[in-house]
């Protein structure tokens, strides 16, 4: 390497990528249908337009087109807080005695404190441009809650809020920024809905999943007029949005003439994950280029190693559309003593293909040596990383150790979704040693399996 990589790796606002990349056009096997669990059939765009907006329905059912224009509105926004810097791990290298080249895609320099932003700004925008008066989600961790409010306040629009009971009560301050944004926060399950009263009918002490909550978003959107349900994860569209983390990245290696090796993200639903993957899968898929692809999901909550390829539904009240996807089945709900976030039962349609045709591999890990590796690299690198971006510190780590002993001087990417700051009573457990980890056993995933939907296509 003949120059010197700057310890941060900036891209002018020029630079700032005007397109989304969608995989889906260059994949051979495309990711399976939706299934309109009434019908049995593929979704289609009447049957997805009483849920989500028009044009993201297009977005989500395109398999073709190559690229989406992002519009002008959310590229404007975008330079709020983009370029999110690549940064060159020189003090996690020095501390690791490692001869890899570590790298990290930043992605907690908004206030919401996390990618989710990238998402969240394109879909109220298309919101406004249908002429809602308001949108509802499902938030667990929060964070996504956070991007949204942020989100619909910049165009003025209603945000309705179901959070995952034990982070409602865990989060306190996360809720008050999205008061804050002017949104509107239910603890779910509630007894605002159907679905809701059902589930506390049948289990009155759950703390909450989020495909409880998805459950409860999507019934408040479809029952209230001028309003649409949004997603934060799993979608394609979600996915589409995100890659604006990895076309940056793209760039701001070609700029410095670095190839990785490896690239590793952590996967809740996968959408941080695709955003910053699929421009690298791009390449493999159309045959120029070879990366090590790693998703780094919770030992807790395990889809794409120990889950089923199959048809399931989004959420646990089983009213969504039926997905193909890595699951642990609708009905899992991970331990409560899972502090780390990622705790969605199922993964994107897109990388679930994806790593089913082999283009990524998977790794599960526990939540405390997540926290392990989450607090030495606070310590050297400065930032207070979020437990679900630790997920990919720690494979990031096992790596350039694994390059110590064998002396390989691999390039590593790895993501770096967002700041911890909200995730303290979890970090608190860990300091004062009171972290667990609970893996779930086979059994209970077999029970969970038993319950998968039957689906003769
Ligand atoms: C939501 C979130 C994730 C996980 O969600 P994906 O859709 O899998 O990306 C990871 N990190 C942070 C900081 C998050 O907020």
Not at 46 to 60: G, R, V, W
Request: aromatic residues 10%.
């Amino acid at each position: 390497m003949s120059e010197k990589i700057p310890y941060k790796i900036y891209l002018t606002e020029d630079e700032i990528p005007t397109k989304w990349y969608n995989v889906r056009a260059d994949m051979k096997n495309k990711p399976a249908p939706l299934i309109n669990p009434g019908t049995g059939k593929p979704l289609t765009l009447e049957d997805l337009a009483p849920i989500f907006c028009e044009d993201l329905n297009k977005q989500e059912l395109d398999n073709d087109t190559q690229y989406f224009e992002i519009p002008e509105e959310i590229q404007k926004f975008y330079k709020m807080y983009r370029p999110s810097p690549l940064v060159r791990a020189y003090f996690l290298e020095k501390a690791l005695g490692t001869p890899a080249k570590i790298y990290y895609k930043f992605e907690g320099n908004n206030t919401s404190g996390s990618h989710k932003l990238n998402s969240a700004i394109a879909q109220a925008y298309y919101a406004k441009k249908q002429g809602l008066k308001g949108v509802t989600t499902e938030t667990g961790a929060g964070q996504w809650g956070t991007a949204l409010s942020m989100a619909c306040s910049y165009f003025d629009l209603d945000c309705r809020v179901y959070m995952v009971k034990c982070s409602y009560e865990q989060k306190p301050f996360r809720r008050e920024v999205m008061r804050t944004y002017g949104a509107n926060v239910t603890p779910s399950p509630s007894m605002t809905t159907e679905v809701g009263k059902k589930i506390l009918a049948e289990f009155p002490n759950t703390t909450g999943s989020l495909g409880c909550a998805i459950s409860e978003a999507v019934e408040a959107a479809v029952t209230s007029e001028g309003y649409r349900y949004v997603l934060g994860s799993v979608l394609n569209q979600v996915l589409l949005h995100q890659t604006i983390i990895g076309l940056e990245t793209q760039t701001a290696l070609k700029k410095y003439n670095i190839k990785p090796d490896m690239i590793i993200g952590c996967a809740g639903g996968g959408s941080n994950l695709g955003g910053l993957v699929s421009p690298f899968i791009g390449e493999m898929l159309r045959g120029e280029a070879k990366y090590q692809v790693i998703a780094v999901e919770p030992a807790s909550c395990p889809s794409f190693t120990r889950g089923k390829y199959a048809y399931d539904f989004c959420d646990t009240g089983m009213i969504c559309p039926l997905a193909k996807m890595y699951t642990l089945g609708s009905q899992f709900m991970p331990s409560a003593n899972h502090a780390g976030g990622l705790r969605f039962h199922g993964m994107s349609p897109i990388l679930s293909q994806l790593y089913h045709d082999g283009y990524m591999e998977a790794r599960a890990v526990e939540q405390t040596a997540v926290f392990e590796a989450a607090t030495q690299f606070a310590r050297v690198e400065g930032i207070l990383p979020a437990p679900e971006s630790s997920h990919a510190i720690r494979v990031a780590i096992d790596e350039a150790l694994k390059c110590k002993e064998t002396g390989e001087e691999k390039t590593i990417v790895f993501g770096l979704t967002g700041t911890g700051y909200f995730d303290l009573v979890a970090y608190e457990q860990f300091n004062s040693k009171t972290m667990t980890d609970t893996i779930p056993t086979d059994e209970q995933l077999a029970e969970s399996f038993a319950k998968l939907p039957k689906v003769n296509l």
